[in-house]
């Protein structure tokens, strides 16, 4: 099997610390478990794996030299921010020459990659631009829980202008995308509900006509593509009905807190970041550098460690699909 590949995160964060914990965890698991290669500076693990008393040994790394003395383990910097960013380019590119089954990623902070010089608004952005920096692909962030599948229309964009952005096209390719990633999910026929974007899905008119005239004409145009999608449905209610009454196997929310909140709300310990569009698979965490601990060394793993999961059976799935095509 192919490795995945599991980077840094921010290195002043407590990106480092979950992978440790979570590759150590992994690798302990199963003899027959996909190998994973972490990406980042192999001295700043040793060092960490001492302090977490995790031993380093079996790790095998892509090694990338970091500027340590520059990182402040817990604060924004240029050398943190472009430590995190190499870690990523270089994963991508083993992805892109399919040298790897695909990848995983700890969190970065934004600000720090800006310092270094890197003013992408989020990982997805970045990634989607990294795989194809002539026509990047058109992507989209799916969060994943036991409880609860969401996809969001827009990312990291204000609120202004991602109301100002929408439109029928996009929205549809976001339903599509949606459909596929839960059938690669095992998810054969997917109920795909789309949220609204105003109180009550608009109130026929009453709130605002984005859900008339946009989000209802993209629902309608995806059930003449033979997709099983439904709405707009109200906001405050919809992520209920996917979760409680199991109405719908996936939500589409419009915006970035939209579809956030309720998975969050549910717990980050198992939620994992899933990025469709791609040409190859990414997971992550779906939290932050919690630079507030990051020197405590309590962070908990088991988000990445969900990601990890989720992207080696995601690659297990593609190559019992595709053999011919993973071989070269």
Not at 75 to 104: D, H, N, P, T
Request: charged share 20%.
């Amino acid at each position: 099997m192919k490795p995945l590949i599991v980077t840094s995160g921010d290195p002043a964060g407590i990106g480092p610390e979950v992978v440790l914990k979570a590759v150590s965890s992994w690798l302990a698991g199963s003899a027959a478990a996909r190998p994973l290669l972490v990406a980042g500076d192999p001295e700043w693990f040793i060092d960490l794996g001492k302090k977490l008393k995790i031993s380093t040994k079996n790790i095998n790394f892509l090694p990338i030299r970091w500027k340590k003395e520059e990182i402040l383990t817990g604060k924004v910097g240029k050398s943190a921010g472009q430590a995190g960013f190499e870690s990523i380019r270089q994963a991508v590119s083993r992805c892109m020459f399919r040298e790897a089954a695909g990848l995983v990623t700890a969190p970065i902070q934004k600000e720090s990659l800006a310092l270094a010089g890197y003013t992408w608004p989020g990982h997805t952005e970045m990634l989607a631009e990294l795989s194809s920096p002539s026509a990047p692909p058109a992507v989209r962030m799916m969060l994943v829980n036991p409880e609860l599948k969401v996809v969001l229309n827009s990312v990291h964009v204000a609120l202004k202008d991602m109301i100002d952005g929408l439109n029928i096209r996009d929205l549809v390719k976001t339903i599509l995308l949606a459909q596929s990633a839960c059938q690669q999910l095992g998810i054969a026929a997917p109920r795909i509900a789309v949220a609204g974007l105003n109180p009550h899905a608009g109130e026929a008119g009453l709130f605002g006509r984005e859900d008339l005239d946009i989000i209802g004409p993209a629902v309608a145009q995806a059930k003449s593509l033979g997709v099983d999608v439904s709405g707009p449905w109200p906001g405050d209610t919809v992520f209920m009905r996917a979760r409680q009454a199991k109405e719908f196997d996936v939500v589409i929310a419009q915006y970035h807190d939209q579809g956030l909140i309720p998975i969050k709300y549910l717990g980050l310990d198992q939620g994992v970041n899933m990025t469709l569009g791609l040409p190859f698979i990414r997971t992550s965490v779906d939290h932050g550098t919690a630079f507030d601990i990051a020197e405590q060394l309590i962070a908990d793993p088991g988000s990445l460690l969900a990601a990890i999961a989720l992207a080696d059976r995601l690659a297990s799935q593609q190559e019992q699909e595709q053999p011919s095509l993973m071989n070269h």
